[in-house]
């Protein structure tokens, strides 16, 4: 009888499945199917061994670099980047590639935007959850209260804000792309000047009411000013590209028992 998770033998090298499983914990999987991070390391651990098999057969030799503050690769993974290093030819990126990407979307680049928001902060921390509750209950009736009469937003804010932006208000004055935290300058994204935006938005600090007082949009960039973030972007594309015909050339020729490589998996 086949076990359920057996070990894998890469051209006669065997992975132990307890291995494997050690590893799955670094896979995402939905809950209801653990086999999946099963399979994904399996995958993951075969091809690292063909990375270093094929490092043996090339004589390579691999000084381990420092990857953080004090933390040295690995043996085996200054060897697999030693292969990669050998083995990959990347397409190369030419200024018409970049001009073509630039070309299909050239409003994506943009100068950051100005905003002049105010808020109603129902200050609460997120592990907090009576608290955050009671937050958005009291930002719902707020908000009720605000769309019925924006003119009260003022009010509101001096009264029951938690900012101190509450002495102007719930006024913040003028922030820019990356001033404020994702969840807020999302929202701050999608308001044109004189908006309240129509739900409570919850952040790390609380659950807020948002109105934009005036927005400027920054203007598209040229070609020129963007041409380099285009380039590593569009180099790092071709680069894992080229991983993948590597990974999937060696597990096409290789001799694996114990795991599947579907054809959308060969290059996973």
């Not at 050690?22 to 990375?51: F, S, T, Y």
């Not at 004055?173 to 935006?197: K, M, N, R, Y």
Request: charged residues 25%; aromatic residues 4%; contains cysteine.
């Amino acid at each position: 009888m086949t076990p359920l998770m057996p070990d894998v033998i890469v051209n006669g090298e065997t992975i132990p499945s307890a291995a494997i499983a050690a590893e799955a914990q670094n896979h995402n999987a939905p809950q209801d199917k653990p086999g999946w991070a099963w399979k994904a390391a399996a995958r993951a651990m075969a091809i690292r061994a063909l990375l270093l098999q094929e490092g043996q057969r090339l004589g390579l030799e691999a000084e381990a670099r420092e990857v953080a503050p004090g933390k040295l690769e690995t043996g085996d993974e200054a060897m697999v980047r030693a292969v990669l290093e050998t083995l990959i030819e990347p397409e190369q990126v030419s200024e018409a590639h970049c001009r073509a990407f630039y070309d299909r979307a050239p409003e994506s680049f943009r100068a950051p935007s100005l905003f002049q928001p105010a808020h109603i902060l129902f200050a609460a921390r997120p592990e907090d959850a009576a608290a955050r509750k009671t937050a958005m209950q009291n930002a719902q009736k707020a908000l009720r209260d605000v769309l019925k009469d924006p003119k009260a937003f003022a009010g509101i804010a001096k009264a029951q804000s938690d900012c101190p932006s509450k002495e102007n208000g719930g006024m913040l004055g003028q922030i820019g792309s990356g001033d404020t935290v994702p969840e807020f300058e999302a929202v701050l994204e999608t308001l044109e000047a004189g908006q309240i935006h129509p739900e409570p938005v919850e952040t790390r600090f609380g659950v807020h009411i948002i109105r934009m007082d005036e927005k400027a949009e920054g203007a598209v960039l040229p070609f020129e000013a963007v041409a380099p973030q285009i380039r590593e972007k569009l180099e790092q594309v071709a680069w894992a590209k080229a991983a993948q015909r590597l990974t999937r050339d060696l597990v096409e020729k290789a001799e694996i028992s114990g795991v599947d490589f579907a054809v959308g998996d060969k290059a996973a």
